[in-house]
């Protein structure tokens, strides 16, 4: 049967008048349970994508053009010759040492990385001399107001003075040049530990330990559950820095001493003329003083008890 027939049947429409023809709205296709979503090409892998990328060209980009930036100058200061050599000169240089770091044929003749090792291990040991004395001692200033008033006089006279004042002290005490190196790295790095985890002490809200007080804790428990977790980001600090002027020390320990290690390494290389090697030895100075910055800044981020 036609439209027409059927309408006029109806009677809903006249015979002069054409039907109205409204349109449908076209059904979206109904997904199959558990069909695979194509995701290629979609806005929100490639906006992710992009902002990773464009991340990492804010954390490379600016070091690197730091760095080129410090060897164009470099380059450029070498141009006219002198005794500095240019930035390619040191860049063969270094290839030769690096292509075998760990030689030794003899007591004093030996590769950098036999060097680097031997002033780790004076730094490890002056240092954790260091943080054995010094951050208990912090927390016993910060903790009771007669021995910092006691005590901040002396630090304070202490502190300034050079590590190079110190090294004829260890000489005369032990009457050896490596213990004499590994006293001025203790006597030096202690005082940054003491500070940080005295002052962190008395920050320490007082609220807190006047309800230790009224819960008769022990001096222990107080320690152990109120001053070490609020004290750690400070004294974690304070191990950052006491770090770096330790590695800082050592070298110029090592030049007065002799023996082995980078800081001797650097004075013998001085000795033989080999300024390229000197330059090299304080790239790798550098990088091992900020290896080791890092590695501490890491535990820091790790433990604060502040970030979480």
């Known amino acids: 049967m036609s439209v027409a027939a059927t309408m006029n049947r109806s009677g809903s429409a006249g015979a002069d008048e054409a039907p109205t023809v409204v349109p449908m709205e076209a059904k979206k296709p109904e997904k199959a349970a558990g069909a695979p979503v194509?995701?290629?090409?979609?806005?929100?892998?490639?906006?992710?994508?992009g902002e990773w990328l464009r991340a990492l060209v804010r954390a490379v980009l600016p070091p690197l053009l730091g760095v080129a930036l410090l060897i164009g100058v470099w380059h450029v200061a070498t141009l006219g010759g002198g005794?500095?050599?240019?930035?390619?000169?040191?860049?063969?240089?270094?290839?030769?040492?690096?292509?075998?770091p760990f030689y030794r044929e003899g007591p004093n003749d030996q590769g950098i990385g036999w060097n680097v090792l031997e002033s780790l291990k004076r730094v490890g040991i002056g240092f954790g001399i260091a943080a054995l004395i010094g951050i208990p001692a912090g927390f016993l200033l910060g903790r009771f107001a007669l021995l910092a008033r006691m005590m901040n006089p002396v630090i304070s006279l202490l502190r300034?003075?050079?590590?190079l004042a110190w090294l004829p002290i260890g000489l005369l005490v032990f009457q050896r040049a490596d213990p004499a190196a590994t006293w001025t790295i203790f006597i030096c790095s202690i005082w940054p530990m003491i500070l940080n985890t005295a002052q962190g002490v008395t920050r320490v809200p007082q609220d807190y330990l006047n309800v230790a007080r009224v819960l008769n804790l022990s001096e222990w428990k107080v320690f152990t559950k109120i001053l070490f977790p609020a004290v750690l980001p400070y004294m974690l600090t304070g191990i950052r820095l006491s770090i770096g002027t330790a590695w800082l020390v050592i070298v110029a320990a090592e030049m007065l001493t002799g023996g082995v290690g980078i800081g001797f390494w650097v004075w013998d290389e001085w000795n033989n003329l080999k300024v390229e090697h000197i330059i090299i030895a304080i790239f790798v100075i550098g990088i091992v003083g900020l290896i080791l910055e890092q590695m501490l800044m890491l535990v820091a981020r790790r433990f604060s008890y502040e970030n979480r």
Do not use: E, M
């Open 83 to 100: 005794g500095i050599p240019s930035p390619g000169k040191t860049w063969d240089a270094a290839v030769v040492l690096f292509s075998d």
């Open 38 to 49: 194509s995701v290629a090409g979609g806005s929100d892998g490639g906006g992710r994508a």
């Open 160 to 163: 300034p003075v050079s590590p």
